[in-house]
């Protein structure tokens, strides 16, 4: 079992860096933290959970809808304001298609694909449904950003809020999540499921797929766990036991920079990653 000290990564592919970071830096106002040449790590000022976009060539395919990271902002009119932004400026960002803003239950929210393949949102979530035992509806920042940081497109990206899985059996996925991820369940209805770490606001909101597409390791979340030695005992228990747990791929320790880690495929073949940082 893993005792994650955090989620603290996303993985995300696209096809060229350069077309993609301007809709992260432009668009949603994340900030560049480390650029390489087929890689860059991205955060939101507001988040600490890192986006790391890994550039995988004009082959890469178009991921599906229920793959896609979600932004959040503070009103409702802030999302008709991104979406005309958006659809005035979709030449300039290569954005083949804008969903119409689309309300459901406490959300309203729109849509984008990006050059690289991936979809996206930008979200209001009414905090009233907060009251309804609603958890992810608190809005999940500290600090609102003020207009003169992210100024002139009429709405202001104020946290990145959710990354999206799919899975095949939805009581089967929880039970992984929650007893061999250590992830808390957050919510959910009838078809999806909200996990998140308990220290930390961001979540994946898991939805059951049919036909679906199975990505590769460059799309996955990472776990973090307090040291490389937690690292080495997760990964010795999946080597003994991970089949009964529903590991479908394990691959090997890794070190890289003083950090220690593992890729894993799960139950539902989405990717994950457990790893620690060395103490120096
Ligand atoms: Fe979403």
Redesign the pocket.
């Known amino acids: 079992m893993i005792k994650p000290v955090g989620l603290t990564e996303g993985h995300y592919e696209c096809r060229s860096i350069d077309d993609t970071l301007p809709i992260f830096t432009d668009l949603l106002a994340l900030e560049v933290v480390e650029r390489k040449e087929d890689q860059v790590v991205l955060k939101h000022p507001n988040t600490d959970w890192l986006l790391v976009v890994h550039e995988a060539g004009p082959e890469a395919t178009d991921k599906p809808h229920n793959n896609?990271y979600?932004f959040r902002v503070e009103n409702k009119e802030e999302v008709d304001a991104a979406w005309n932004y958006i659809k005035e400026h979709r030449d300039k960002y290569r954005i083949q298609h804008v969903t119409k803003p689309h309300e459901s239950h406490f959300a309203y929210s729109i849509y984008f694909k990006e050059p690289g393949g991936n979809d996206l949102?930008i979200?209001y979530y009414d905090p009233q449904a907060l009251a309804e035992g609603r958890r992810i509806a608190a809005p999940p920042w500290k600090t609102r950003i003020a207009e003169d940081r992210f100024p002139e497109r009429g709405y202001i990206p104020q946290a990145m809020s959710?990354g999206?899985l799919q899975c095949d059996d939805k009581k089967a996925s929880e039970r992984f999540y929650r007893d061999v991820l250590g992830l808390e369940i957050v919510g959910g209805g009838r078809m999806s499921v909200y996990i998140k770490h308990p220290s930390t606001p961001w979540y994946i909101?898991v939805l059951p797929g049919r036909r679906r597409r199975y990505l590769s390791p460059s799309n996955r979340f990472t776990l973090k766990v307090a040291s490389p030695e937690d690292v080495e005992e997760s990964h010795l228990e999946f080597t003994r036991s991970g089949k009964e747990f529903g590991i479908t791929q394990l691959e090997d320790i890794e070190k890289n920079n003083g950090e220690v880690s593992f890729l894993f495929s799960d139950l539902d073949q989405n990717w994950w990653e457990v790893a620690a940082t060395s103490e120096r």
């Open positions: 896609h979600g949102e979200e959710h999206t909101v």
